[in-house]
């Protein structure tokens, strides 16, 4: 199976990878004869624009199943392997209309600007994880994969099965998650309004479950964060965004890979491929030219050359590459 499939199949939201734990589990950490580190306590800056920094009121009431309820602040979960159909099979089955806020012109926009590098991100954080079963502590901020991997996190919200509906954390007043570990959602919010996305500002939105890589994406790619997770425990899915100050080492150039990004992108998100290529390649170190309907990236000796068509769509992608990765 390639990087991509296992990519798309350990983060599927359809497949249950975790269930809520009855009583409190101790950390991966102290199992394997670590110490657990000391959490953030609200020292945390998101790399977010300062001007679309507002702080989020805590509203909205949900209904059970909305987020892991967490009397004691800790959330388990154990593999339960199940066959499931990879995500490019669920969207081709799939019947159900794109919901009004993914149709929404000025998601695609901020979806095309982000994506690159978060996805860029996403490819080496799902290579390091690869199939360790996970477990978080909201307590102290902390998402743990198998006995050897844990990360600082940052809580969005989650996806309730029961009504098919995405609950921000901002909006969950009985989600037992400390205030530092929701910062981002709060800055989302803010980041949102100033945009104009009604995603990132409604409460509560009826969305498909694939829907939920939009709003990881968006969110990794705005923050800087090494990646996201997609944590099934049992009644809904759990989305957490990665620190990049915690434990994955920064996404070297490796110009070479930029092709494949773009191509598994544009293969499965609805982007503005111009605002793809203008933001994703100098992120990767390229200067960018544009004569018409092509951009061309140049990176020391690599060089990569895209043709749109009529559309505003890449029709042809090549160029003077390394070794792919």
């Known amino acids: 199976m390639g990087l991509w499939q296992k990519l798309f199949g350990w983060l599927s939201p359809s497949a249950p990878t975790a269930a809520p734990a009855e009583t409190p589990t101790p950390h991966p950490a102290a199992a394997a004869g670590g110490t657990p ?16 920094e507002l702080a989020a009121p805590l509203v909205g009431t949900p209904s059970a199943g909305d987020v892991p309820a967490a009397p004691a602040a800790h959330l388990a979960a154990e593999a339960a392997p199940s066959p499931q159909a990879d995500l490019f099979e669920a969207a081709a089955a799939r019947e159900a209309e794109v919901p009004p806020s993914i ?14 590098m978060a996805w ?5 954080f799902a290579e390091r994880v690869g199939d360790r079963p996970w477990s978080a502590d909201t307590a102290q901020g902390l998402i743990a994969f198998g006995d050897d991997l844990r990360f600082r996190m940052q809580v969005l919200g989650s996806y309730s099965f029961q009504s098919g509906t995405w609950l921000w954390i901002w909006a969950h007043t009985q989600a037992e998650v400390a205030p530092a570990f929701t910062e981002v959602a709060r ?5 949102g309004a100033a945009k104009n996305l009604a995603l990132f500002t409604e409460p509560r939105t009826a969305l498909r479950q694939e829907d939920l890589h939009v709003i990881g994406l968006i969110a990794a790619g705005a923050d800087n964060s090494a990646g996201y997770y997609l944590g099934n425990y049992g009644e809904g899915i759990l989305l957490a965004l990665i620190d990049p100050d915690h434990g994955l080492p920064t996404t070297a150039p490796q110009p070479e890979r930029v092709p494949t990004v773009v191509s598994q ?3 499965d998100f609805e982007l503005d491929h111009r605002v793809l290529l203008q933001h994703y390649l100098p992120a990767k170190g390229f200067s960018v030219q544009e004569t018409g309907s092509r951009i061309t990236g140049q990176h020391g000796p690599h060089r990569i050359v895209a043709d749109l068509d009529g559309q505003g769509r890449i029709s042809a992608i090549s160029g003077s590459l390394g070794p792919a990765v």
């Open 187 to 191: 800055q989302l919010q803010g980041f």
């Open 265 to 267: 992108l544009i293969s």
């Open 103 to 116: 149709a929404d012109p000025a998601l695609c926009e901020a979806l095309s600007a982000y994506a690159g």
């Open 37 to 52: 580190q000391e959490p953030a306590r609200g020292t945390r800056e998101p790399a977010f624009d300062p001007a679309a």
């Open 120 to 124: 860029d991100r996403q490819l080496d």
